[in-house]
């Protein structure tokens, strides 16, 4: 099944609302393909709103269908969850979230910080010498702050993420 998955459909709620949210809902959790009538009635919509909510997310990318005709020559559709474009939307999403913490580290690493007990303020220590090491809200003398915490907690978020992007990457060419 698809990984951050319930963060997806946080993102589909709010950006097409709660009917197409449902609908990507059903077609995600059953493997089948769907007719919008019988979408409309497994969520309760009127069939209408449904077919609005599954063009919008064929625009997303991320439904599909499947064409045929009828005996009578129209044609209907078989919709379903493109799940090989969503992994890669996922993972693109990974990498960027990645990017972020690498470069967060790397100002981890880079810098050390100094607060001020009184109010949390955060300051680098150019900023700490620039108010010679007091704090620039209340006078307060700064505290140096270990950052070794959250170093490591960055380091292990990283080589997390990492291996999740390595493996994922092996699934796509395989
Ligand atoms: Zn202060």
Not at 89 to 108: A, C, H, N, P, Q
Request: proline share 2%; glycine share 4%.
């Amino acid at each position: 099944m698809v990984e951050g998955l319930n963060e997806l459909l946080e993102l589909v709620k709010m950006f097409c609302g709660s009917i197409c949210n449902n609908v990507f809902e059903v077609l995600l959790r059953n493997p089948s393909e769907f007719l919008d009538e019988k979408l409309a009635s497994e969520i309760n919509a009127n069939v209408n709103d449904v077919r609005r909510a599954l063009y919008e997310l064929q625009t997303l990318g991320i439904v599909t269908y499947r064409r045929e005709r009828d005996e009578s020559g129209n044609f209907i559709y078989y919709w379903y969850a493109n799940v090989e474009h969503l992994n890669q939307l996922l993972l693109r999403r990974k990498k960027t979230v990645l990017r972020r913490l690498e470069d967060r580290l790397k100002l981890e690493e880079e810098n050390s910080f100094y607060t001020c007990l009184q109010d949390g303020i955060r300051l680098s220590f150019d900023e700490a010498l620039e108010n010679e090491f007091r704090c620039p809200r209340c006078n307060t003398p700064l505290e140096f702050i270990e950052n070794d915490k959250i170093r490591k907690r960055l380091k292990e978020l990283i080589l997390g993420l990492q291996e999740e992007i390595l493996n994922e990457e092996r699934a796509f060419t395989r």
